[in-house]
């Protein structure tokens, strides 16, 4: 992992090639807290070696929709992100810190303190109250961002179903590279495989397009993904990673057949509400740690459907 505690505004722009291209699954952690709600940073160290050992998975995206972001103060994420980081230095490969915020200013602080504290990339998902209704006012606020931290890597957070913010990918990349020369590619937590694939496309070679709706990775891999973005790969990594191997070898219907198992435990948890709740309980479920409850508005899963999504799990994969 890159270090870096000199002044950001200082510093010269990484060419291309000063980083490696991130690839791969990238696990969307869930933030572990205590039963009564507070952040708990000692099961931090645990989860990243359940991560590697368990599930073959070697970079994360923290503070993001499945680490409750939004419902974490500017104060909580920086602690966060500093224990993420510090304790993943020489086990994972790369931590993206998410930053995106309400306030420009909030998201700002919370990039610089990124690039202060180790972290290999920021990404920013769009602001939700008061929205971009344009491909050039969603660069700006980008532009803004990044430019707290130059230096570090930077991804647009794509996630249209939770910002609202529809503007085609591909329009808000148009020229980007010149308002932000650290930018290095897209979490698509997007459906329209056109704008993904269009992007992909036209893209230069050292973006990396990060694909984030994990019911539908084989057919973004298809398209030219070089990676993926998701919660599931928490407890899941391992039967993805198999995915991506079999794609890559050229055997796809062994992949195909991966990917429809998972679709088919996705299909069943939705009928019993599938939210970051009982996402979260299912993980706790499926890897022991102690990760705690959601933090309201999510509330807490049902311990009886944690259950019954576990059941189906066990069942998807050994069948």
Not at 171 to 194: A, H, N, Q, T, Y
Request: net charge negative.
């Amino acid at each position: 992992m890159s270090v870096c505690f000199h002044c950001q505004e200082e510093e010269p722009a990484m060419a291309p090639s000063a980083e490696k291209k991130l690839t791969g699954l990238v696990a969307a952690t869930f933030t572990p807290f205590t039963p009564q709600g507070e952040v708990n940073l000692a099961e931090i160290g645990p989860y990243i070696d359940y991560l590697t050992e368990k599930q073959g998975v070697q970079s994360i995206f923290v503070n993001g929709t499945t680490g409750e972001s939004m419902s974490l103060t500017v104060a909580e994420r920086k602690i966060l992100a500093e224990d993420w980081c510090q304790k993943a230095r020489g086990k994972l490969d790369q931590v993206i810190v998410h930053v995106g915020c309400l306030s420009l200013k909030d998201a700002k602080e919370l990039a610089g303190h990124a690039a202060q504290i180790g972290a290999d990339a920021i990404a920013v998902m769009a602001p939700f109250f008061f929205k971009p209704r344009t491909a050039d006012a969603l660069r700006s606020f980008l532009q803004e961002v990044a430019s707290a931290a130059p230096n570090l890597p930077f991804y647009y957070y794509h996630i249209p179903a939770v910002t609202g913010v529809n503007v085609p990918v591909k329009d808000v990349l148009e020229g980007i590279e010149e308002l932000i020369p650290s930018f290095r590619g897209v979490k698509f937590s997007g459906s329209d495989l056109m704008d993904f694939g269009q992007c992909v496309s036209d893209s230069p070679p050292h973006w990396s397009f990060l694909y984030g709706m994990d019911e539908q990775l084989l057919a973004a891999l298809a398209m030219g993904a070089d990676g993926a973005v998701g919660s599931t790969y928490n407890y899941a990594g391992c039967h993805f990673n198999k995915l991506i191997a079999a794609f890559k070898e050229g055997h796809v219907v062994q992949a195909r057949k991966i990917q429809f198992k998972m679709q088919e435990l996705l299909s069943y948890a939705m009928k019993l509400g599938f939210d970051v709740g009982v996402n979260k309980q299912l993980m706790i479920e499926l890897s022991g740690l102690s990760l705690g409850p959601p933090r309201l508005p999510v509330t807490p899963c049902p311990y009886s459907h944690a259950l019954l999504i576990v059941k189906k799990y066990h069942h998807v994969f050994t069948n």
